[in-house]
């Protein structure tokens, strides 16, 4: 794990600490209080999910279709992007990148197969 990325969980953890011990005051506040951190977790974790929708999204509506790059390199550029902010401002570590890559290869692998064997194409 990085210095920044542990710093931010550092933070992260902190916080939550402390707000927990603000606002809980028994049983019921606990339960609203993890369910709400478990909300922002989720949130988190959909980050990355979230900004490629929102990139999908975009390019559909406003991307020119004789641009000197084609819509989905464009898309392809704009994840890596992503991926390289997420993981300077320590939002995600090199090890979660890492599991992502695998499973983008294999992916990858099996997509390379399946329009091999004709069963989708690409336009």
Do not use: N
Not at 90 to 116: D, N, Q, R, S, W
Request: charged share 15%; proline share 2%; with cysteine.
């Amino acid at each position: 794990m990085t210095s920044s990325s542990r710093t931010v969980r550092d933070r992260l953890h902190r916080a939550h600490t402390d707000l927990r011990e603000q606002w809980v005051k028994g049983p019921w506040s606990l339960g609203a209080f993890e369910f709400l951190s478990f909300g922002i977790k989720q949130a988190w974790a959909c980050l990355f999910g979230g900004a490629m929708v929102f990139l999908l999204l975009a390019t559909f509506v406003f991307y020119p279709t004789d641009g000197a790059l084609s819509r989905y390199d464009f898309i392809f550029l704009c994840a890596l992007a992503i991926q390289v902010c997420l993981l300077v401002s320590g939002l995600e570590t090199l090890e979660e990148a890492k599991v992502i890559f695998v499973f983008h290869v294999v992916g990858t692998l099996m997509e390379v197969f399946k329009t091999a064997q004709g069963s989708w194409i690409y336009p």
